[in-house]
């Protein structure tokens, strides 16, 4: 012990004992200074990153439609064969390919809801590529779509806020209970129930296919987040009137008349006009 | 009955001679088939039977009634309801008990007719339609006595006193029923919107500048006087008022492509950089519609599928509707928010007898 001692006194005094110290604290300075500080350095190095793999993805799965750089491809008879990309934004990449929408199996009126193709990575790679082709709405933060974030004591307040812009804009095509409803020539509007608030909201901002778009200066984050508010308010109560049948009012109720409560009519009309057992033995009474 | 024929293969021979000797109807009446009994009509146990079992139907009918009231007090109903299945226990409960008390009071009447009431076959005969003549003559002479009883036909004033009377008991209906009237005037003709009237969002009352508006974007809008009325000099419409001529004011705000869009020569400065605003009124029969396609640039009517194309003038491309949709034209004012520079030039909504 005391050798140790002295020998590491003994080197505290060695002439490289400063140079040493400073090295040190340079490292120790330049460790912390590379965990805290340049993070908008690495940043922007992965963003340049992200946009270089968004952009081989985009090669091999999307530009067969939308052209290499995102240009689209124009069919001289029928319109957009894929539609530009230009100044879509992130928000378009990330509800399109996060809802499993793009890409699409194969041209069609409308590109349905299927299995998610690509990983929460790779569709980071391809919105940061899509949103460097043009300026676009980017992904929303939490606070701007989800309704976890309104206080408590203002949640009533927002529920019913969201209530009355859901009916005055949504309504005409997503249903009086956001179940959705047909559109000429194979088009539909999707049900909005289980929808994940984040796309909801980029949806509104982005306006796929034939919705049509609410940008944030007129229908206002906090006003889009009261309906998304309301929407999962509307999943949450019960159906209070009984079976609601997928709320798609007239079609489904009006199919369970004719199928069920006319076909029991039916049925017991048959059965009244339908012969009972008679016996063969004589009667008793005349 | 009295002429009656053997059937032709009863009596294999002499078929010749029978058609001769045939008078009256040549077919026999084949008559009532043998009535075969039912099972309880036969055997006492199945009668009782039968009888217990429409008994208990019966019962069960009361169960049910009596389940109903049970169930109404049972099950919470208001802001927080119990819920059975995710639906409202009060509302299933009372639905399934009442309709199977009604259903198994149907089951069991008709069991019992059925299985116990007598079903041996009758004949009843068909009877002549017309009155007797001795009941027609007794008719018209209690008629014809009691005209000149009251003396009716000599009585004159009292007569034409009695049908004033009549008459006048239509005024109480004229004037209680007034308040369907006066007749409408111009108020079918104008709506709210006038030049400087600010185009704002509705619910919020967001004024809206055209640098805020995407192409492809829908705006539901109304005239900001429901919101703000200090502006135009006048005061704020609300309640009532409001809703009336909220109805007839709303408007659809939505932005094109300007080369996607093709106005008539005198619409041509009606849109701002291919913001145009139209009715949300179909001119069917009035429904609000704001089922806009923003690729295709059509708006659609969910109630008779009526089709506007808002890129041509609200031209109907599809459905009943026989009128294109009425436009509003725009303009921004000097603080660049969207105005009206007019009101509608036609009226909005469904088409009347009275536009010709």
Redesign the interface.
């Given at each position: 012990m005391r050798l140790l001692t002295a020998r590491l006194s003994a080197n505290r005094r060695s002439r490289f004992a400063g140079p040493v110290v400073m090295l040190l604290a340079l490292l120790v300075t330049g460790g912390f200074y590379t965990l805290l500080s340049p993070a908008q350095a690495e940043d922007s190095a992965s963003r340049t990153d992200d946009v270089a793999k968004g952009r081989e993805l985009f090669l091999v799965g999307c530009s067969s439609c939308h052209g290499k750089n995102g240009e689209g491809v124009d069919s001289q008879a029928e319109g957009w064969y894929g539609p530009s990309l230009v100044g879509v934004g992130a928000a378009a990449v990330d509800f399109q390919v996060g809802t499993g929408r793009m890409p699409m199996a194969a041209p069609a009126a409308q590109a349905p809801v299927k299995k998610i193709v690509y990983s929460e990575e790779e569709i980071g790679q391809l919105a940061a590529f899509v949103a460097s082709l043009g300026p676009g709405p980017a992904i929303p933060e939490a606070e701007q779509y989800d309704p976890e974030t309104i206080p408590e004591d203002e949640r009533e307040e927002a529920i019913v806020r969201g209530g009355e812009f859901f009916r005055t804009n949504c309504t005409a095509c997503h249903n009086f209970a956001g179940s959705g409803g047909a559109l000429p020539g194979g088009k539909y509007a999707p049900t909005l129930i289980g929808v994940d608030p984040v796309h909801i909201y980029e949806a509104l901002v982005t306006g796929p296919q034939q919705m049509p778009v609410f940008s944030d200066e007129v229908l206002r984050p906090e006003e889009k987040r009261d309906i998304i508010a309301y929407l999962q308010s509307l999943e949450e109560q019960p159906a209070y009137g009984g079976n609601a049948m997928g709320s798609f009012g007239p079609v489904s109720e009006g199919m369970f008349a004719w199928l069920v409560g006319i076909g029991s009519l039916v049925g017991f009309a048959i059965w009244i006009a339908s012969h009972t057992a008679r016996s063969t033995k004589k009667g008793i009474h005349p | 009955m009295t002429d009656v024929v053997h059937p032709a293969g009863s009596d294999g021979h002499g078929r010749h001679q029978e058609i001769a000797e045939t008078t009256g109807d040549p077919i026999a009446d084949p008559g009532l088939p043998v009535?075969?009994?039912?099972?309880t009509?036969?055997?006492p146990r199945a009668e009782k039977r039968a009888e217990r079992q429409i008994a208990t139907l019966f019962g069960l009918s009361s169960l049910m009634a009596i389940l109903f009231c049970v169930a109404y007090f049972a099950f919470d109903v208001g802001s927080e309801?119990d819920?059975v299945l995710?639906?409202?226990a009060s509302?299933?409960a009372l639905?399934l008990t009442l309709g199977l008390a009604l259903l198994f009071i149907?089951i069991g009447v008709?069991q019992w007719s059925?299985?116990l009431m007598?079903?041996?076959e009758i004949v009843e005969m068909r009877h002549p339609l017309r009155s007797s003549d001795a009941d027609r003559e007794e008719t018209i002479a209690a008629l014809t006595t009691g005209a000149n009883d009251s003396g009716i036909a000599r009585r004159p004033l009292i007569r034409n006193s009695l049908l004033g009377a009549m008459g006048a008991l239509a005024l109480p209906a004229v004037v209680a029923l007034r308040d369907l009237g006066p007749l409408p005037g111009d108020v079918l003709y104008k709506t709210v919107w006038r030049e400087g009237m600010r185009v704002v969002?509705?619910?919020?009352g967001?004024p809206?500048?055209p640098e805020?508006?995407?192409?492809?974007?829908?705006?539901?809008a109304e005239p900001e006087i429901f919101f703000n009325g200090e502006p135009y000099g006048e005061e704020t419409i609300e309640g009532h008022e409001q809703l009336v001529e909220k109805t007839k004011a709303a408007i659809i705000v939505?932005r094109m492509q300007p080369d996607d869009i093709t106005p008539i020569a005198e619409r041509e400065n009606w849109g701002v950089d291919g913001i145009l605003a139209y009715s949300t009124l179909c001119t069917h029969v009035g429904c609000?519609?704001?089922?806009?396609?923003?690729?295709?640039h059509?708006l659609?009517c969910?109630c008779h599928?009526s089709?506007f194309d808002l890129a041509d003038n609200g031209k109907v491309i599809f459905g009943p509707a026989a009128r294109a949709l009425p436009q509003l034209p725009l303009a921004v004012d000097d603080e660049g928010y969207l105005i009206a520079t007019s009101d509608f030039e036609e009226p909005v909504g469904p088409s009347f007898w009275e536009r010709g």
């Open positions: - | 009535h075969q009994p039912r099972p009509d036969v055997d309801p819920v995710g639906m409202g509302n299933v639905g149907g008709i059925r299985k007598t079903d041996t969002n509705d619910v919020s967001t809206i500048k805020w508006v995407r192409v492809g974007q829908l705006i539901n939505v609000p519609i704001s089922l806009w396609e923003q690729q295709t059509h659609l969910p599928q089709t």
